[in-house]
């Protein structure tokens, strides 16, 4: 089987007619490679299934009011079900906790990491607040308009009800590129998002009841994880439909998190290396 190389993510290399022979392709070109993988679904009109949209903001409080739970789990997972609408907290980071700002086709969107060393120690947690949202229609597009309407300055947004308690700094010793905004510009970002941040505001505000952290946080927004319509494979195997020896594993399907994305990777290595 051929395939033509149109573009090769992540370097300023573009391949121009080449032809590259393969007998067992597997496809994993990462978050990056997002665009590539609907690009081929659409030129090679794969049939695909629409995933939900997930789109929330990144939760940023000192740790100590965590701490007990963090003692437990250091990667603590929080779950909250609203009819179509199901909220989890993602990516938990502690002790040396730093929001991150990425930007993804031109727009600020925020995640977060944790710095190893006594060095960078801040005792901050942060943490994303992530809707999954079922039944909106082309969810990729509607994400898109909603990150692009929760943008100023070319930044992101960032809420806190605490007017003392400001953006915070990044592992260099910056502060976090966000724009500050009041409790009026919320209604912005509400109505941006259809009414479904006020699940965001009921998942935070549940929480301080049991967390009781008051006003003592801050919100990033957004925090965005972009799901293309997902190619549809066969289970035992992860390869196209319609190409059995192409394998899409990763971002490619939609995973969440590099846990996932290591599992996809090694069961298709696997069943390659056994059949």
Known sequence: ??????????TDLYLHNLKIKYDTLIF???????DFGKQLADD?????????????????APQKYFQKLIDVSYDFKLYQKFDNVSIRSFCTNNNAAFVAVEETYGDVSYNGHAKKGEEYRNDMTNFGILMEIKGIEDPFTW????????QANKTGLYYSP??????????E????????????SLDNIRNAMGGYFENIEKFIDDMNKIFEFGDDYGIYIPEIKYLS???????????????PNVHFVGDAL?????????AHGIYVAEYLLTK
């Open 173 to 184: 010793g910056t502060t976090v590129s966000a724009w500050e905004i009041s409790e009026h």
């Open 44 to 60: 090679y009109k794969l049939p695909t299934e629409q995933k939900s949209v997930q789109i929330g903001c990144r939760f940023e």
């Open 28 to 34: 994993a070109v990462g978050k990056s490679g997002i």
């Open 143 to 150: 994400s898109r308009r909603v990150v692009e309407s929760c």
């Open 162 to 171: 605490n007017m003392t308690r400001k953006p915070g700094l990044t592992s």
């Open 254 to 262: 939609s995973a969440r998190g590099i846990t996932v994305s290591g």
């Open 1 to 10: 089987m051929l395939y033509m190389v149109e573009k090769v993510f992540d």
């Open 229 to 243: 319509p997902e190619p549809l494979v066969n289970h035992d195997n992860l390869s196209l439909n319609q190409y």
